[in-house]
């Protein structure tokens, strides 16, 4: 069965600090892909990036970047500068299969505030 | 181009009443999926459909929860009788059965049920 774990239940940091969010993933399956999605105060679920399993090439989009490790089974996020309006709860998901339209497994979730 | 369309945002009903959610996934989107976010259990898939059909529906937590979708741009998750542990975030999204598999989120309906 699949498991993603979020270790850090909540992160607090000041305006302009660089912080890590932290995933951890287990799956069987050689094809797999992973997510992470946002949600702020509002409620709603924000995509924010996929990666598929025979990627592991980092991505950089703007303050956010996303580091990959097959060795390590994790696909840890870090916003750069971060800034108030990035408090939101950060959620690492994973997807075995592309074929099937299947299902997300989420972690638990990261409460990131970032304090003025 | 529309989001995943949720309706109600909000619903407050009492223990025993009959409570539809309703969905309107993406146009084109051929995948549609209802989540359920607790505090206690996080966020966990009910069922979901491809292509108008269920395709895998072992996290409806009990009978009293039916999901259909009678066509490609409408879903309804229904709970009967409501009972207070019911009371959680439903979302629904849909994603398209291509290789980039990303599902979109609709902004959730708020169960109370009371």
């Known amino acids: 069965a699949q498991k993603v774990t979020q270790a850090q239940t909540e992160i607090s940091v000041v305006e302009k600090e660089d912080v890590t969010l932290d995933c951890v993933y287990e799956?069987?399956?050689?094809?797999?892909?992973l997510f992470w999605y946002k949600q702020p105060p509002s409620g709603e679920l924000v995509f924010l990036i996929r990666r598929n399993s025979f990627d592991e090439q980092n991505e950089i989009s703007g303050r956010y970047s996303w580091n990959f490790q097959k060795s390590t089974s994790s696909f840890n996020f870090t916003i750069t500068a971060s800034q108030v309006v990035d408090s939101a709860v950060y959620f690492c998901?994973?997807?075995?299969?592309?074929?099937?339209?299947?299902?997300?497994?989420f972690g638990e979730g990261t409460q990131l505030t970032v304090n003025p | 181009d529309a989001g995943v369309i949720q309706s109600p945002r909000h619903e407050v009903t009492e223990m025993g009443q009959e409570v539809t959610l309703r969905c309107k996934p993406i146009?084109?989107?051929?995948?549609l999926f209802w989540y359920r976010q607790t505090m206690m259990r996080g966020l966990e898939l009910l069922i979901y459909f491809n292509n108008n059909v269920p395709i895998d529906d072992s996290g409806m937590p009990e009978d009293r929860f039916s999901a259909k979708m009678p066509n490609a741009s409408f879903s309804t998750l229904k709970i009967q009788p409501s009972e207070p542990r019911d009371s959680a975030v439903y979302f629904c999204a849909s994603s398209l059965r291509t290789i980039k598999n990303i599902q979109y989120f609709g902004a959730g309906t708020r169960l109370s049920v009371l």
């Open positions: 998901a994973l997807s075995e299969s592309e074929t099937s339209g299947s299902r997300l497994t």
């Open positions: 146009s084109g989107h051929n995948s």
């Open positions: 799956t069987r399956d050689t094809t797999y892909y």
